[in-house]
């Protein structure tokens, strides 16, 4: 079934171009259904680019789900404008009281600075603490795994010789669990993060579900929060990497190609997408799981 988002949202145009059934309000008003009530703290600078990501994989799911895009209170952005932001995008103060079936908290481009000197940090310690009781299965991605990893397990993570930029073999370990169902046992997944997480750290009520021996941990679950920590980037689209590394050589920063991301090391090559099949089954299963297992009254979430 389709993802509803609002009418003119600029994803909308991508996402029909693709293929994803995109659904208005009057239609989904008169199906015989209660939509999943998914929510998508977006704390990115490009927010239409990250709302897509994200909206192509939660719209690929065979349920009708609700999308509510989420921004910090407070922040300004730099990058999108206030009117954009207040047309699409409601602030956590307006919905701290609402109840989600689902919630995703995005990454930030504030790898190097601690976490408690993040403007926003009070608030997002509000936020983390609120998807307890609020909500039924959370996703936190990269620095937003990092800062939840922090937050409730004091997990300290440290900066890494190099930045792990690229596209990275991974292995599933564990046994089987149904955030995994039909992924690949060794899936390719984007990688672009200067910090990985002390493995010393990770307490016994932290289940690693996808590791890299080279680069660290990728994804784990804590079954008590009802949470996931993806600290990669499955939703990234065929470009993320090419254009961050472009950048990066437009600032004369000098970076390192992205591993395995260009053919044949060839950067005039368009890069070819060899994840994008385990980015929607992960989301799919996540979907799947949160359907078959979520109260169905709201307000009964957290309770």
Same mark, same amino acid.
């Given at each position: ?25 009057? %239609?989904?008003?008169?199906? *015989?259904? %209660? ?6 703290? @977006? ?48 602030? &956590? ?5 609402? !109840? /989600? ?37 959370? =996703? /936190? ?14 997990? !300290?993570?440290?900066? =890494? ?9 991974? !292995? ?12 690949? *046992? ?50 990234? *689209? @065929? ?7 472009? %950048?990066?050589? !437009?600032?004369?920063? @000098? ?6 991301? /260009? ?22 299963? &996540? ?12 307000? *009964?979430?957290?309770?």
């Amino acid at each position: 079934m389709p993802i509803r988002i609002p009418d003119h949202l600029p994803a909308r145009v991508t996402l029909e171009k693709e293929g994803v059934a995109v659904m208005d309000a009057s %239609r989904s008003a008169r199906q *015989d259904i %209660r939509p999943l009530q998914i929510g998508l703290l @977006n704390l990115m600078p490009n927010k239409e680019r990250t709302e897509t990501q994200f909206a192509r994989l939660i719209g690929s799911t065979p349920l009708q789900i609700d999308l509510t895009l989420v921004r910090i209170t407070d922040h300004v952005s730099k990058h999108t404008s206030e009117e954009y932001l207040n047309t699409f995008y409601s602030t &956590w103060e307006s919905v701290r009281e609402r !109840k /989600f079936d689902g919630f995703i908290v995005t990454g930030a481009p504030i790898a190097n600075i601690p976490f408690e000197e993040v403007r926003y940090w009070p608030e997002m310690l509000e936020i983390m603490n609120w998807t307890g009781s609020n909500v039924h299965q959370t =996703m /936190f991605i990269c620095w937003g795994a990092q800062a939840a990893l922090y937050h409730f397990h004091q997990a !300290k993570r440290y900066r =890494m010789e190099k930045k792990a930029f690229g596209v990275f073999r991974h !292995k599933l370990v564990g046994g089987p669990t149904p955030w995994l169902r039909g992924l690949s *046992d060794s899936p390719m997944v984007p990688v672009s993060r200067y910090n990985d997480i002390d493995r010393a750290s990770l307490g016994p009520d932290l289940e690693i579900l996808i590791d890299n021996d080279e680069i660290g941990v990728c994804m784990l679950r804590d079954k008590a929060r009802r949470a996931l920590y993806m600290l990669n980037h499955l939703e990234y *689209d @065929n470009r993320s990497l090419a254009d961050e590394y472009e %950048r990066d050589v !437009k600032a004369g920063l @000098n970076p390192e190609q992205p591993v395995n991301l /260009f053919p044949g090391g060839d950067t005039s090559v368009e890069p070819e997408n060899r994840w994008r099949s385990h980015a929607h089954l992960l989301f799919q299963n &996540w979907i799947n799981e949160i359907y078959q297992t979520t109260p169905y009254e709201l307000a *009964d979430i957290g309770e």
